[in-house]
DNA sequence: CGATTAATTGTGGATATCCACAATCGCCCG
DNA sequence: CGGGCGATTGTGGATATCCACAATTAATCG
């Protein structure tokens, strides 16, 4: 799946403008008549980022992205407007909205938060995969494997786990074994840091 | 320095009504009739938040905001406005402001966001203040100990360290007592887990 | 029931770490 | 010049970690 510019204004007119002005400078556009059209077309693994119209038949931009927030969306929005008022933008902003424009727009302006929206969320993307395969690796652990690396995490040496957990030393060592093998790290200060980075 | 409502508005009768709305409801409050007064009584030590107004005599609210951008204020700033335009709420808050409220507004919502500045402002100061004695503590580090501490956190051995610095085991765990004993730190993986967590 | 998986433990040896006690060398400062 | 500081090294012993080889028990699953 890779980046593309969705785009949602119920004027055809501007659909078509902004269209052509995207593919021209190398975006892949993808329009949409309506909210309900996008939301339906929506996933969480869309790429890429967001032109949202206002003032649309439907639902409107600003519901839409509410709806979006809830679902957990991550692509950056950029609001286009031609009656934004400042309350409106504030809330929008404040929300998480990556831009607010009002119409008329200057073209290289707008390209230019385009091509930032689609940078930030290429690196957001990029990031999240880093965490998802940390997730991945994280719950292939057993119980005692995480609640051991817990421990770990803790600064604790191996005998000091075993009195905790009732447990020998050996026993202790090879699920540190094993752990640090499933989490593809080789000393405890490498695990450390990968938990540790994760915020 | 505890926190303060800093206020700078030009009109005394919006500096004595505010004024007096915060106080009563807690809020200490340092009212200021222009930026140059602000800019003047302004360190980066200042706790709290600040409401500033934008159409003023002399420079105005958004050129005394970037003066202390540049400056590397931490004061969540509101900005009040009468007069405020969509694109320059956007601005505004595309460059760090907490917020941008509209005259006339409701007290209890302005509070509200007052409110949540301190709460915010004090967070971030915790968490300054963390760094802070972090860095001083890394500051009392010798050279050689800084460089055995990178290498201890690239998760290398005691004798591989040696190698690489041509000098024998024996000194790297000098250092590496010293340096546990300077950041406060029993473990490898505590040392890991401070360096880590600072970003 | 046979296979798989997780948890558990043991032995023993090679490596590493931790640390007290001790000492040398070079540099800067009052 | 004597003292303090940082870097360096050594010895030796107590602790810990790492790991190969090996095995038992309990639970789950097709």
Not at 110 to 139: C, F, G, K
Not at 168 to 192: D, P, W
């Amino acid at each position: 799946m890779s980046a593309q510019v969705y785009l949602v204004d119920d004027d055809e007119a501007i659909r078509d403008a902004l269209g052509w002005l995207l593919q021209s400078r190398g975006f892949a556009c993808v329009p949409h008549a309506s909210g309900e059209e996008f939301l339906a077309a929506w996933s969480p693994q869309l790429a890429g980022c967001l032109l949202l119209d206002i003032r649309m038949g439907g639902i409107s931009g600003l519901q839409l992205f509410d709806r979006l927030l809830e679902l957990g969306n991550a692509l950056p929005v950029i609001f286009l407007t031609g009656h934004g008022d400042v309350p409106m933008a504030v809330s929008a902003l404040k929300k998480g909205a990556f831009d607010f424009v009002e119409k008329p727009f200057n073209d290289k302006e707008l390209l230019d938060r385009v091509q930032e929206a689609l940078r930030i969320d290429a690196a957001r993307r990029a990031s999240a995969a880093n965490s998802e395969s940390l997730n991945s690796r994280l719950e292939r652990l057993t119980v005692r494997e995480r609640q051991i690396m817990e421990l770990i995490l803790a600064g604790k040496f191996n005998k000091v786990i075993a009195d905790e957990l009732q447990i020998s030393m050996r026993t202790v060592e090879v699920h540190r074994a094993h752990l640090f093998e499933k989490m593809g790290v080789r000393t405890a200060v490498e695990l450390s840091q990968l938990m540790t980075a994760r915020r």
